[in-house]
């Protein structure tokens, strides 16, 4: 069945910049994996798997979110053209909580099975998204205060997006190993 | 658009926040330091408030 035009755009994004990053990260050696710009700076493991984390923290939302709510659910609603952005965050820095901060030193094809597994997975939550009205769905996100699950899923493609900037930016910044 | 650019500085220009929005040339989302000018369609799509619709 097709989905809703705003879900087709969200999961058309998602797997846009997914494309993207798994292109940058493949045939990567475990010492460019590793690799840090700084001591204080990601390698482009640590965003992998801060990615992982993240798309695995945003499919349990949704698993709640579905679970926990009075059934049954209004069903999308045929004239929801769009989705509402995602609240604007404070000035300043932010730090990824710890359920999401990465670990240092998986191997570079565990990591992309991970995203590709993970994946596959949120398809079904983005199945799930597509047959109910996702704006009764909501839950607080740290910074940025109650979000709906759109949202939610929305922040996710802005954020890849901004990770796979910065992936990028390791791999290009002086010193990245060769191989 | 005269010229070739960098995302960031283009929306700059136009005065939108990058983090607010996802700029997509020929349905590739593009990143903050894509080189965009020329004859390139690009679609800016809010996704965060403070973002803009504006087509560049």
Known sequence: ?179 | MDGKRRVKDLLSELGILPSTVLVIRDNELLTSDAVVGGDDVLEVRPVMSGGSGASA
């Open chain 1, 1 to 179: 069945m097709a989905w809703p035009a705003p879900v087709e755009a969200l999961w058309n994004d998602m797997e846009n910049v997914r494309a993207q990053l798994l292109k940058e990260a493949e045939g990567l050696s475990q010492g460019q994996s590793d690799w840090r710009p700084s001591e204080g700076e990601w390698s482009v493991g640590e965003i992998l798997h801060h990615l992982t984390l993240a798309e695995v923290g945003t499919g349990k939302l949704t698993s709640k979110l579905l679970k926990d709510a009075p059934q049954p659910l209004p069903p999308f609603p045929p004239d929801l053209k769009g989705f509402s952005p995602v609240p604007a965050p404070p000035p300043g820095p932010a730090r990824a909580p710890e359920v999401v901060y990465p670990e240092r030193g998986h191997s570079p094809e565990r990591l992309i099975a991970d995203l590709k597994t993970i994946r596959e997975r949120s398809r079904q939550s983005v199945e799930r998204l597509a047959a109910v009205d996702p704006r009764v769905l909501r839950w607080r996100h740290f910074t940025l205060g109650e979000m709906d699950l759109a949202q939610w899923w929305l922040l996710h493609v802005r954020h890849e997006t901004d990770h796979l900037q910065q992936l990028r930016d390791v791999k290009a910044a002086k010193g990245f190993p060769a191989s």
